[in-house]
């Protein structure tokens, strides 16, 4: 690979873990508690304990790939190189819609937030204010963008230790009670709540996977990669357990709240005053901004892993600013496709989202098992665990989430895979060139 296109090594596994966590967006557990709580009948924990068990063998699926492709493409790599170049083609076209869909999220939400503190501004000047600001931060270079979004990151730990400290004095000093082990899970009837709980809530681990697109960009990624999705996606499964401990704790029953989609503001209020509202209301803040920057870095890099294998047009998409060492043209571009949000809602946009991650999680599993038979190796009893049985688990987990999407997630979803086979077609020939493959081992340097 010619060393001037070349995205060069600067992060670490802190930066990482920092990206990870700033994109899974750690303050999406207060969000969704309520409605969590409603559908679970009061087994909110549960469900992350069911949701984190499955989605466990995924993260260990993308372990497992990207310590042979350690490229900027992620699944979109490992289905080019494993399965078929046109198939890898349009898992990354499709993956994609999940990268662009929370920029736009995220944009929404800083709106609904700021605007609802300061209903004169229009709506439109909090998004393209937020997109601006975490386009200029990326194009800056990969290392300030991690920076930031460790500094944002730790903020929104120490504000949730914060929530868990107060809310934890206020079942002590109230009639509430801690819930037990004996019925921390429903029983009968409403254990099959717990499932649907647990595919509504699997959107909260969507974003450990995101940092395998920095494989190139990360110091020995054959370590830190697989090491840092383990360490993301567990601190999602303690930290969204041990929050929503708590609040089923405190509060067993949502339907005393006012608003059960927007329960949280309300139990920020309840257990810390005006003062802690305010406070949790910036937390939320940051935690969008946090997102935000890490998603467009993430699709950012799919695109220049496209673009450098020239599936997309190479002089843009696979340009590098020569100083800065940043796919800018593939920020810019994000950024004005993220403007979108503004004639969007948030079920159309979480439709998306729902659409790339399902397809980027499915075809992660289906890549480990097509290894399994493979490989050369003896069909031993740890190999089948790992390459055969564990991705088998984790590829039913993700069927179900499959069928768990709302007819909109089902007709974007096709109308973008037809997008994407018209310009397939269109673009090799109607598929009679394929594009090239990236020598890895060059890469591990």
């Not at 992060?11 to 990482?16: A, C, K, R, T, V």
């Not at 054959?222 to 704790?249: C, D, E, H, N």
């Amino acid at each position: 690979m010619n060393e001037t296109n070349r995205l060069k090594r600067r992060l670490n596994l802190f930066h990482i873990i920092a990206i990870g966590i700033a994109y899974m967006s750690p303050f999406a557990v207060f969000d969704t508690f309520g409605i969590a709580s409603d559908i679970s009948s009061g087994h909110v924990p549960a469900a992350y304990i069911v949701v984190f068990t499955a989605i466990l063998f995924t993260a260990l699926s993308y372990g497992k790939l990207v310590k042979r492709y350690p490229a900027a493409g992620s699944v979109y790599s490992y289905t080019k190189n494993l399965l078929h170049p046109y198939v890898g083609i349009m898992v990354g076209w499709v993956s994609f819609i999940d990268y662009l869909a929370l920029p736009m999220i995220n944009a929404l939400l800083a709106n609904i937030y700021l605007s609802a503190a300061l209903p004169g501004v229009p709506g439109w000047v909090w998004i393209v204010g937020l997109i601006i600001i975490i386009s200029i931060l990326n194009i800056f270079g990969v290392k300030l963008a991690a920076s930031v979004n460790m500094i944002l990151v730790v903020f929104q730990v120490l504000i949730g230790i914060i929530f868990i400290f107060l809310t934890y004095h206020s079942i002590t000093q109230g009639p509430e009670h801690f819930v037990t082990l004996k019925n921390l899970f429903p029983s009968g009837k409403e254990f099959s709540s717990l499932f649907t709980a647990a595919a509504l809530l699997a959107l909260a681990f969507i974003g450990f996977d995101a940092i395998t697109t920095l494989s190139e960009e990360t110091i020995q990624p054959k370590k830190t990669i697989p090491r840092g999705i383990i360490l993301v996606a567990s601190f999602g499964g303690i930290f969204f357990f041990t929050v929503t401990y708590f609040m089923q704790s405190l509060f067993p029953d949502v339907s005393t709240f006012k608003d059960i989609e927007g329960a949280s503001p309300e139990i920020a209020y309840m257990i810390g005053g005006n003062l802690f509202l305010s406070i949790f209301t910036a937390g939320a803040l940051f935690s969008v901004f946090a997102s935000g920057l890490a998603a467009q870095m993430s699709a950012s890099r799919l695109l220049y892993a496209m673009g450098r294998d020239k599936v997309l047009p190479q002089r843009f998409f696979g340009y590098l600013h020569p100083r800065f060492n940043s796919p800018v043209y593939n920020i810019l571009l994000i950024g004005v496709l993220a403007l979108i949000a503004i004639f969007l809602d948030l079920e159309t946009a979480t439709s998306l989202i729902n659409v790339g991650a399902f397809t980027a999680f499915s075809f992660v599993n289906i890549c480990v098992i097509v290894l399994f038979f493979k490989s050369k190796e003896q069909w031993t009893l740890g190999f089948t665990l790992g390459y055969l049985i564990a991705p088998l688990i984790g590829l039913g987990f993700i069927l179900y989430l499959w069928s768990s999407l709302n007819i909109i997630a089902i007709t974007l979803g096709i109308s973008w895979i037809i997008i994407g086979i018209i310009y397939l077609a269109i673009s090799t020939g109607f598929f009679k060139k394929e594009p090239p493959k990236i020598d890895f081992q060059e890469q591990e340097m």
